[in-house]
């Protein structure tokens, strides 16, 4: 009898290390992974001090603040005012042509016509971090209570772009560029072989 309560106890103690170890395993996983997304270095240094102090709520919430885009550089990089600098912006979610490619000129003057000189409000995503390799904000950017970045896919002057994981809106864009690319919009009819 003592060598069965015996046997129990210790099946269940190793019951609980095993459920213990997976559950601290899968802790740091998640830990491991959330570190890798954060630039410490600039942290330190005091460079994304700004970024981190305004504008971003923890729920990645849009902005109520209202930012000036001064230029558009393609159809996915613009420059906006950021409390008094200017910055630029990669607009998350979105991948243009490059200069080289087919549709770029109708991709820019498309963002241009939508935010180019006007106020817009702005929208982090914690999955992304707040800026990408290029020291660029990595941004959704609204208008007029409609998603700049959606529009530019939908309408077909933008193709969806995962960089490394999905993202707040990546379902609404995967369907958005499927609509576009069904419909021939912009770059998927027939005026680039992009399909």
Not at 22 to 48: C, M, P, Q, R, V
Not at 103 to 115: A, D
Request: glycine share 6%; charged share 25%.
């Amino acid at each position: 009898m003592f060598n069965k309560l015996f046997k129990s106890i210790k099946i269940s103690f190793i019951t609980i290390i095993v459920l213990f170890t997976t559950s601290l395993l899968a802790g740091f996983s998640f830990l491991i992974f959330y570190l890798s997304h954060i630039d410490f270095t600039k942290f330190l240094n005091g460079e994304i001090k700004g970024i981190t102090d305004q504008s971003i709520t923890e729920d990645d919430s849009i902005s109520s603040d209202y930012y000036k885009v001064i230029d558009v550089i393609d159809g996915d990089t613009i420059k906006i005012d950021y409390n008094g600098k200017v910055q630029k912006v990669r607009l998350i979610g979105i991948d243009s042509p490059e200069r080289v490619d087919c549709f770029n000129t109708e991709s820019t003057n498309k963002l241009k016509e939508l935010v180019e000189g006007k106020y817009v409000n702005i929208e982090f995503d914690i999955t992304q971090g707040n800026l990408d390799k290029y020291d660029r904000l990595l941004l959704y950017i609204w208008i007029d209570d409609q998603l700049v970045n959606e529009i530019m896919i939908q309408e077909g002057y933008a193709f969806e772009y995962t960089y490394n994981i999905p993202y707040k809106y990546w379902n609404l864009f995967i369907q958005a560029e499927k609509s576009a690319r069904e419909n021939k919009k912009g770059l998927w009819g027939n005026i680039c072989s992009y399909n």
